[in-house]
């Protein structure tokens, strides 16, 4: 935990990696008072469900002039039932994504407690920011489809109450300064840089490379992105299958060595379900 004795702006954040990561990073830097309480980036599903019970004890008390900031991971809502003494506190939300239409690994009745925490966490802050436009109205048009899951008392006027709240704040991209590579190679370099999970499609990814491969059309694959506990055993097979042609397997911490990975491709792939903003591309 980063504390300030009298902080501007308070970030909470149950999924400190990645995208979040980078988001919080980039504001704090401009940033000289704040407060920034954090776990890591591990067991999504956990963080989702019991972050605020996680973190409401590490939380500081700070003054009700502060901003609470956190991202739509953290059940706002309970959190303020927790600490009744940050209801006071000016809250916004960030959606990086919205689990509305998140794409669900089996087809099966959708388990809608994720969209639950959202929705209420929606009703519970005071600004709600989403990263994209299409994330914003794919999260509004389809709160009717989940409050009709209730089998009474569904609550009125919903949309209007969340829209009113509602802004579109793009994700923050920095570009460095990056060379050229005025000699690539002449084996096609292909480039795959998405977090190793079902919903950035690996398995379409790699039925394509392994063609190639079976019709001995050379190339060269990065396989970058973040990876977790539980990847897609399609990773593994590829890394077998593949392991003559490619020449990246996994996240590249050091952001310079992503960069020339990248000046070195001649093309980058996005097999993905879909995307709420896809900063990777």
């Known amino acids: 935990m980063l504390k300030s004795s009298n902080p501007k702006v308070l970030f909470i954040e149950p999924f400190y990696g990645g995208s979040h990561k980078v988001l919080i990073d980039t504001l704090t830097a401009c940033l000289v008072d704040y407060t920034l309480v954090t776990l890591p980036a591990k067991k ?25 900031f956190c991202s739509s991971v953290l059940n706002l809502t309970e959190l303020l039932g927790l600490r009744p003494d940050l209801q006071s506190l000016k809250k916004v939300v960030y959606f990086h994504e919205n689990q509305l239409i998140y794409p669900v690994r089996e087809i099966k009745e959708r388990d809608i407690q994720y969209s639950y ?10 600004v709600v920011l989403f990263n994209s436009n299409f994330n ?4 509004l048009d389809n709160l009717k489809k989940i409050i009709k899951i209730l089998p009474d008392c569904r609550p009125k006027e919903l ?16 570009y460095p300064e990056i060379s050229v590579n005025d000699k690539p190679s002449e084996i096609l370099h292909i480039v795959w840089p998405h977090r190793w999970e079902f919903d950035k499609g690996p398995e379409d990814f790699f039925k394509v490379l392994f063609n190639l491969k079976d019709e001995n059309i050379p190339f060269q694959v990065s396989i970058l992105g973040e990876s977790f506990t539980d990847n897609p055993p399609i990773f593994s ?3 077998e299958y593949l392991k003559e042609e490619i020449i990246n397997f996994g996240y590249i911490d050091s952001k310079k060595s992503y960069y020339n990975i990248l000046s ?7 097999t993905a379900k879909h995307e709420f903003f896809g900063v990777s591309m």
């Not at 925490?117 to 005071?126: E, M």
């Not at 949309?159 to 923050?172: G, M, Q, R, T």
């Not at 070195?264 to 996005?270: E, G, L, N, R, W």
Request: glycine share 2%; proline share 3%; with cysteine.
């Open 264 to 270: 070195s491709a001649h093309v980058v792939v996005s």
């Open 159 to 174: 949309k209007s109450k969340i829209e009113a709240k509602c802004k579109v704040l793009y994700f923050p991209v920095e």
């Open 44 to 68: 999504w599903h956990w963080r989702s469900r019991c972050g605020a019970l996680m973190l409401y004890e590490q939380i500081p008390f700070v003054n009700s002039e502060s901003v609470l």
């Open 237 to 239: 097979t590829a890394k």
């Open 136 to 139: 914003k109205v794919s999260f």
């Open 117 to 126: 925490n959202q929705i209420i966490t929606c009703l519970s802050a005071d």
